[in-house]
């Protein structure tokens, strides 16, 4: 393990893949950080058990793996990027008891299946992006708030698209954009008053005023369901507002259940 202090609120440390000997030191070194610090003791025992899960997940499954941890006046903001195999499925990953260990893992006492589900547990959000054959990153912030387990998974509106296979009718607009959730509704008014930045917005309208909402919220996308394409002048308003339209026949119901299987959950 390589230890570093960037600065006074800022520590990276570095493990190998297949360390077992050295997993668990990170956990213990930052916490002992933390305490010499005075930050509150249930900050300090999460913070604890998401690094030293995040630790053997590393020595288990990549080949070496590096961690962040940024601390904040009453919260910890902690960044874990690994070189390995990546995450096929991570919905189904983070389910408590799903395990890909080896044999040899398990006789070593490792890889029941509990290392993501613990991870979101005591995260206040968990972020979690990866590229199978490449690594995954995964950002978690641990604060004060009673709000535990929001699972984020970092998607973007090309990913949608080539995974759902809906048709993009836009030809200019930024399919590079970041999803942060999804919002269906088809009442101007609703949409204005709860849609959140970076919404992926599923809906039946095909006014040109839906673009100009989508827009004044800054949403990523928009997919038309029910079948109704929209016609040209909400195509072509929709790239001048960079507001990426993808279609589909599916019902909004079926588009909603479609996005939550990839990770795209709702507003809270």
Known sequence: MQYTQCANHIFSYTLRGGDFDNAGRISTSLKREL???EYPPHIIQRVAIVLYEAEINVVSYTKVGYFFAYCRPNSVHLVIKDKGKGIENIRLAVQEGFSTATDEIRRLGF???MGLSNIKRNANVMRICSKPGEGTKISIDITSSNHYGELIMDITV???QQKTNFELLTSKADCSKLITGG???DMLSDVNANGKKGNIWI????HPNAVAVASLKDFSAIVVAGGIKPREEFI????EEDIPVLYTDLSAYEVVVLLSSLGVTANH
Do not use: F, P, Q
């Open 203 to 206: 809906t039946i309208l095909t």
């Open 236 to 239: 072509k308003r929709a790239d």
């Open 158 to 160: 090309n990913e949608i």
């Open 35 to 37: 305490r010499s610090r």
């Open 111 to 113: 890889g029941a299946g």
């Open 183 to 185: 919002y269906v509704g």
